[in-house]
């Protein structure tokens, strides 16, 4: 159920990002968003000793640890983004370390620049990055400026040939 402080967020967004689009958003509700306003939704994974660290150097209680380490092992945040964003036949190929019908628990030995090809190709919207090392971090980057040139040359192409089938022209 969203919150006050989430209804505000809608209310302020509602008239600009369905319209503009080209925005980042950086949330940890996923299903309060419509899915028409969503691209990619990036979920970014950390082991839970490197977790610990980055919250305990923040200054989070004990409890408030516990509490995110547990939603970290139990891939809290991705579940719900699955269930928001991912199309049924996408569920089995969320996990690009899938294989022969079984999956890995995690996803750290994905490649995130494959995730995103696969996001473009496919048109899926969930991926998965790891985000424990500075380099990592790095290569999410890179892979998302990929993501996001791609999709710039998607919408082209597909604005091109709506002009093409406007004019009775075929590809």
Same mark, same amino acid.
């Given at each position: ?11 302020? %967004?509602?008239?600009? !990002? ?5 925005? @980042?958003?950086?949330?940890? @509700? =996923? *299903? ?8 990619? +939704?990036? +979920? ?5 000793? +490197? %977790? ?12 408030? %640890?516990?509490?995110? %380490?547990?939603? $970290?092992?139990?891939? +809290? !945040?991705?579940? *719900? !983004? ?7 036949? *996408?569920?089995? #190929?969320?996990?690009?370390?899938? $294989? ?16 995103? #090809? ?7 919207? /969930? /991926?998965?990055? =790891?985000?424990?090392?500075? *380099? ?5 980057? $890179?892979?998302?400026?990929?993501? @996001?040139?791609?999709? @710039? ?12 089938? $406007?004019?009775?022209?075929? =590809?």
């Amino acid at each position: 159920m969203a919150s006050a402080k989430s209804n505000a967020l809608l209310d302020h %967004l509602e008239d600009t !990002v369905p319209t503009q689009g080209g925005y @980042i958003i950086d949330w940890h @509700i =996923p *299903d309060i968003f419509p899915r028409s306003w969503i691209d990619l +939704v990036v +979920v970014l994974r950390a082991d839970t000793a +490197v %977790l610990y660290d980055r919250l305990a150097a923040r200054g989070y209680s004990e409890s408030k %640890l516990q509490e995110n %380490l547990d939603a $970290e092992i139990m891939q +809290v !945040v991705l579940e *719900d !983004v699955k269930d928001a964003f991912e199309e049924e036949d *996408d569920e089995d #190929d969320s996990n690009p370390n899938a $294989e022969n019908g079984t999956s890995r628990d995690r996803d750290d030995e994905a490649i995130p620049g494959e995730q995103v #090809d696969s996001a473009l190709r496919r048109r899926r919207m /969930v /991926v998965v990055f =790891p985000s424990n090392t500075d *380099d990592d971090m790095e290569r999410n980057l $890179e892979c998302l400026q990929m993501w @996001i040139m791609a999709r @710039i040359a998607l919408e082209r192409e597909d604005r091109r040939s709506e002009g093409d089938k $406007e004019e009775g022209v075929t =590809p």
